[in-house]
């Protein structure tokens, strides 16, 4: 898929279809109301806001190339597809690094603590010739504090750090995922809202991913990263 099929599919609906539940234990069906997100999946090439790398950067981000970050964790599937464009033309940038990580269905992150000899939900690619990568991992959960993200750092093909970012989530899809998929997202809705949140709270909407897809047979996010 060409990096003009792919803006172009991210680009040709705004709203978010319905999605059923999780199916693992589940029988009754039923679904979110399609929520508007404005910019979802940032289709206009918008910088996006220069963000903290949190407490729990990558620490070898070199050797954790590969597109499927998923390790042992369990969760509702999630795909993630990036685009990395300039922002003054919206041209693909290729053999840029994309490093990504995010914490697990109970909120905590590989690397550190409890977890620190295990590479769960973190992961490197190398942007093709249409800027485009793909990671496989779980739908992130949440901690206190903090509304549910993903990190993102952008680098060029010289190392240099281009931009250090954050990927918000619509709260309905949160909420259906929290409250559905309970076997894995065992602590219910997330205490903090992106309104509320200390990064998305100055306003989240060209950081707000889209996301397509059921609880089922898995979750796409796609979202373009200008810088």
Partial sequence: MTRKDFLKKSIASISIIS???????CSKKESIAPEIIVNGGNPDCLVLPSETAGPFPIRNPSSLVMEDITGDRTGVPLTINLVIAKSDNCTAIENARVDIWYCDAAGDYSEYVLNSSLHFLRGRQITNKDGMVQFKGIFPGWYPGRAPHIHVQIFDNSDNSLLITQLAFP??????????????????KQDTTNENDSSFRDGAAVQLARIEGNLADGLILTHTVAV
Avoid: E
Avoid at 176 to 181: D, G, I, K, L, S
């Fill in 171 to 188: 709260k309905a899809i949160c909420d259906t995922v929290y409250t559905t998929a309970t076997n894995f997202y065992k602590k219910g």
């Fill in 19 to 25: 999605l059923p539940p999780f199916i693992s234990g």
